[in-house]
């Protein structure tokens, strides 16, 4: 197992507060000096599979940046340590909409691909989300959510530091 992070904003930037996993990926880019060695920044926008099989590739932690809903005011932030295994919610049968993958199904898709194509899974799966206000259509997140992207920049680099510093699993 490598010591590789990726960090990856998921979303869609033409719906509103959606497009807040992108633009902290966004902005970190500008702030690439303070990432530690091994940290790579992925705008995976809403594809998806693309995500899915770039992770095979190896990489030790898996940092997504993303809108989450947990009932609090738009803006605040969150920070989910998800773990390595498949998710306990899986899509149901039918269709993949490659269109419209959240974290979950993308993680599902991740632990199928492994088990039918091999590659390596992470040890480590953080979502760093954030309360939407609006999900219509429009290019500009929120007053809240805006607020909100330099400080989901600091708390990835937290992870990143950390997970850095953490001995590789054997």
């Given at each position: 197992?490598?010591?590789?992070?990726?960090?990856a904003?998921?979303?869609?930037?033409?719906?509103r507060?959606?497009?807040?996993?992108?633009?902290?990926?966004?902005?970190?880019?500008?702030?690439?000096?303070?990432?530690p060695?091994?940290?790579?920044?992925?705008d995976a926008?809403?594809?998806?599979?693309?995500?899915?099989?770039?992770?095979?590739?190896g990489?030790?932690?898996?940092?997504?940046?993303?809108?989450?809903?947990?009932?609090?005011p738009?803006?605040?932030l969150?920070?989910?340590d998800?773990?390595?295994?498949p998710?306990?919610?899986?899509?149901?049968?039918?269709?993949?909409?490659?269109?419209a993958?959240?974290?979950?199904?993308?993680?599902?898709?991740?632990?199928?691909?492994?088990?039918?194509?091999?590659?390596?899974?992470?040890?480590e799966?953080?979502v760093?989300?954030?309360?939407?206000?609006?999900t219509?259509?429009?290019?500009?997140?929120t007053?809240?959510?805006?607020?909100?992207?330099?400080?989901?920049?600091?708390l990835?680099?937290?992870?990143?530091?950390?997970?850095?510093s953490?001995p590789?699993?054997?």
């Amino acid at each position: 197992m490598t010591g590789r992070i990726l960090v990856a904003g998921v979303g869609n930037v033409f719906l509103r507060d959606d497009g807040f996993g992108v633009e902290t990926v966004r902005r970190l880019a500008a702030r690439a000096h303070e990432l530690p060695p091994g940290v790579e920044l992925m705008d995976a926008g809403i594809r998806g599979v693309h995500l899915a099989y770039r992770l095979l590739e190896g990489y030790r932690t898996l940092v997504l940046v993303d809108i989450v809903s947990r009932g609090g005011p738009p803006g605040t932030l969150h920070t989910i340590d998800v773990g390595p295994g498949p998710p306990v919610t899986r899509p149901g049968p039918g269709p993949l909409d490659t269109h419209a993958m959240d974290p979950a199904t993308v993680l599902a898709l991740l632990h199928d691909l492994h088990a039918g194509a091999g590659g390596t899974l992470p040890e480590e799966v953080y979502v760093i989300g954030c309360e939407p206000g609006d999900t219509g259509e429009g290019m500009d997140l929120t007053p809240p959510v805006a607020g909100a992207v330099d400080a989901a920049g600091d708390l990835v680099l937290g992870l990143v530091r950390r997970a850095g510093s953490v001995p590789q699993r054997n």
